[in-house]
């Protein structure tokens, strides 16, 4: 099996048919390249530990395009356009940062600026694919996959806690929403945290909370309300905290030296609506 994933044996005729009966596949699966490779791996974003090996990512790989190839199947049999939905690029640069970008798809998605209860009805309610697997590793949480046109594919381990799981779907949110090159990069990593932290711990709400302080209990408290772990939320909170609070030297400062600029964010609107309108991508884009 090694030498043919390789390329140094080929795999037909008996030996093929001996592969499929072993895999539980149909004889056809392996002739189906075209179809499942066609967003390119290059457009394959991972949250994982650096200690995942090349063997274990690609066959996650593979159930990733294994993923897509079925649901794409499945799609067929429904009355519906595999282009509608509504997800769409926002460009990342030196004015537009992944924090306003989980804002304003805040308000695109018409979702109140509060914690997110429901993140996967919310995921597929925008018509977004969502595959959970038994990734035969506990080095790698998520990968999600977008050409840009059809609905976004996330492939999520079976085996993550309920609070990294909600941390790292909307990691992966984040990758599709501002990533559309290939490759992953330290920076894109940080944005896509920098994203999920504020898509499901929103500035707008957990700015609120400070004004009282903050301890063990109110953490405590915010890590259950906001569905994630008591990292994740230390960790926004110690964000604000920075944002609205300058540094005691800079306070000492303050009287000499004003400050030359300040960071601020829209708030997204509230509204009823739970279910993101669709776009059609065909005339949308």
């Not at 990512?57 to 199947?73: M, S, V």
């Not at 992966?172 to 940080?190: N, W």
């Not at 230390?234 to 960071?263: G, Q, Y």
Request: overall charge positive; glycine content about 6%; aromatic content about 4%.
């Amino acid at each position: 099996m090694s030498k043919a994933e390789a390329g140094h044996l080929a795999v037909e005729g008996e030996r093929l048919a001996s592969y499929v009966r072993a895999l539980g596949y149909p004889p056809a699966l392996p002739g189906l390249d075209a179809e499942v490779t066609e967003v390119g791996i290059g457009m394959v974003h991972h949250r994982k530990k650096a200690t995942l090996g090349a063997h274990a990512l690609r066959r996650i790989h593979a159930q990733l395009a294994l993923g897509r190839l079925q649901a794409h199947r499945l799609l067929r049999a429904l009355p519906t356009d595999p282009t509608l939905h509504c997800f769409e690029h926002m460009a990342m640069n030196d004015f537009d940062t992944p924090t306003e970008a989980a804002q304003t798809l805040h308000k695109l998605w018409e979702v109140p600026a509060e914690p997110i209860t429901h993140l996967v009805a919310m995921i597929e309610g925008a018509d977004g694919l969502i595959l959970v697997r038994d990734l035969e590793s506990r080095d790698l949480d998520a990968v999600s996959q977008w050409n840009g046109a059809e609905r976004p594919l996330s492939l999520l381990g079976a085996h993550a806690a309920a609070d990294r799981f909600r941390f790292s779907f909307a990691h992966q949110l984040g990758h599709v929403i501002m990533h559309p090159e290939p490759g992953a990069t330290p920076q894109q990593e940080r944005q896509a945290d920098e994203f999920a932290s504020e898509f499901l711990m929103p500035a707008a709400d957990i700015g609120d909370k400070l004004s009282a302080g903050m301890d063990l209990p109110r953490l405590q408290l915010l890590k259950r309300r906001c569905g994630v772990s008591m990292a994740a939320v230390s960790r926004k909170v110690l964000t604000l905290a920075a944002i609205s609070e300058p540094h005691p030297r800079a306070r000492r400062n303050s009287a000499r030296t004003p400050p030359d600029r300040a960071r601020h964010g829209a708030t997204p609107r509230r509204s009823a609506r739970t279910r993101p309108r669709r776009r059609d991508r065909r005339t949308a884009r």
